[in-house]
């Protein structure tokens, strides 16, 4: 009986040997551990033989069923391997194909250039506040120093928003200029006070390439006991030269701007002619760069500073325009309305 089983498991052996598809491994595995197997089988006639056979036989059989499974279990393991070592070399894979690329947003210009300008501010210790977009002519106009009958305050020039909040607050208006907020931050925090406003400005008005009805200002305050031009001058000079990374200067004319007392416009160096004279400053080596001035002293008090106390200066300049400069836009209308072909170049 020894023998016999003995040679069945020499057989079942070299079966297994010459399997060469995981199909006939399983076939194999059936045939002689299955249910009906030959092993199964000649377990179930172990009773029928001689008692003294039966150890040995019995010993045979375990030690037979455990090679073979052992057997299978390293052929299965290796027909694998070849199978996915043979799929591998079937694949016509190009790893060097370029992935799938998925569209990934980028910060929009003005974003971009208004941060870089609070850090700027941010490092000559300037807070950065916001304003709300809707205000009422209080903060817009009045607070300012811009009086009822100022044609500012026509249609022409301001969104006035119907609002049921009117009697307390007077009417409404989509804010023409980041100015109120100087009034806001002189309420909330009072004197000495150094902060810019960033923020987003409406003016009703026909678009062209350089108007829109939408833009972005950035307003500055400085309060304090001791307070003069020069420093406005030193600020502005230090804060376009980091900007643009390059010497830039200043120059002030006199200007007008009912918050202000005197009031100036500032002038930066042509960056495009280093001062020469060119198309774009035309020919006068200087471009436009902001409105400014000394705070009116009503307006501080309509801030709730004495100003027999504290005095300071206050500047705003357009946001959009000096991204148009520092990127060379050459149409206000590109920079609000979203379109990818030219937010893509940035
Ligand atoms: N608010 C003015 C404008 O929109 C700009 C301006 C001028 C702001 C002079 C100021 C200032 O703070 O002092 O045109």
């Not at 804010?175 to 009072?190: A, C, N, V, W």
């Not at 200002?217 to 031009?229: A, F, H, N, P």
């Amino acid at each position: 009986m020894k023998e016999l089983i003995e040679k069945l498991i020499q057989e079942a052996k070299e079966e297994i040997a010459r399997a060469s598809t995981l199909a006939q491994l399983e076939e194999l595995r059936v045939k002689y551990l299955g249910r009906k197997g030959s092993f199964t089988t000649i377990m179930q006639g172990l009773k029928d033989i001689p008692n003294e056979e039966k150890p040995a036989a019995g010993q045979a059989l375990n030690h037979g069923k455990k090679s073979l499974e052992s057997d299978l279990e390293t052929k299965q393991h290796n027909l694998e391997q070849e199978e996915l070592e043979k799929q591998l070399n079937d694949d016509t894979f190009d790893i060097t194909r370029p992935g799938i690329t998925f569209p990934v947003g980028h910060i929009h210009p003005l974003s971009r250039v208004q941060k870089e300008v609070e850090e700027i501010f941010g490092q000559m210790g300037f807070a950065v506040m916001d304003g709300p977009e809707i205000e009422s002519e209080h903060y817009n106009f009045e607070a300012l120093n811009v009086p009822k009958d100022h044609p500012a305050r026509d249609m022409q020039d301001t969104f006035f928003v119907s609002s049921k909040h009117h009697e307390q607050h007077g009417r409404m208006v989509l804010r023409t200029q980041t100015s109120p907020t100087q009034i806001r931050s002189m309420e909330k925090y009072g004197a000495p006070l150094r902060a810019i406003m960033p923020g987003r400005v409406f003016r009703y008005e026909a678009t062209d390439a350089s108007h829109d009805s939408t833009f972005y200002q950035v307003e500055g305050l400085l309060i304090d006991k001791d307070v003069s031009l020069a420093n406005l001058k030193g600020v502005m000079t230090e804060f376009l030269t980091r900007l643009f990374k390059r010497e830039t200067k200043v120059r002030f004319r006199p200007g007008y701007f009912p918050f202000v007392e005197p009031g100036i416009e500032l002038d930066m160096w042509c960056l495009l002619c280093n001062g020469k004279g060119c198309r774009v400053c035309k020919q006068t080596g200087w471009m436009e760069f902001m409105g400014a001035g000394m705070v009116h002293r009503n307006v501080l008090k309509a801030g709730g500073i004495d100003p027999d106390i504290y005095k300071g200066w206050a500047f705003g300049f357009g946001l959009t325009r000096l991204v148009m400069m520092k990127y060379g836009i050459d149409d206000i209308r590109h920079l609000m309305n979203g379109d990818l072909r030219f937010l893509e170049q940035f």
